[in-house]
């Protein structure tokens, strides 16, 4: 069965960086768009970086550009997400998906479970 495994998170403080991993099964992972996406109690899930199957499209959401850096390898079914000079603001619970579009959370057919990323002050 499809199972996205999503790993790194933990507690880091504010400048600090973290490398989220997300490792795929079941499916043809170099077939599809990847994404991240994170969710804070209380609020929708946002997204905030994508790549394309081959990694040649990428995008991110403006709140993290210049910070955070996407990555895939194929041959290894890993999504990663490089994330630097962190802020209190990017704690929440950070989710890899697969199969979609761009930020639309609903156009992804599988999720993760999702790894908490906690970033003191």
């Known amino acids: 069965q499809v199972q996205l495994v999503e790993s790194g998170g933990g507690l880091v403080q504010a400048g600090g960086s973290l490398r989220l991993s997300c490792t795929a099964s079941?499916?043809?992972?170099?077939?599809?768009?990847m994404g991240w996406f994170r969710q804070v109690p209380g609020k929708e899930r946002e997204g905030v970086s994508c790549?394309?199957?081959?990694?040649?499209?990428?995008a991110y959401a403006d709140s993290v550009k210049g910070r955070f850096t996407i990555s895939r390898d194929n041959a290894k079914n890993t999504l990663y997400l490089q994330m630097n000079s962190l802020k209190p603001e990017d704690t929440a619970m950070y989710y890899c998906?697969?199969?979609?579009?761009?930020?639309?959370?609903?156009?992804?057919?599988?999720w993760g479970q999702g790894t908490q990323v906690t970033v003191s002050s």
């Open positions: 998906a697969a199969g979609g579009r761009g930020f639309t959370p609903r156009s992804y057919n599988y």
């Open positions: 079941g499916f043809r992972f170099d077939d599809l768009n």
């Open positions: 790549i394309s199957w081959s990694g040649s499209s990428i």
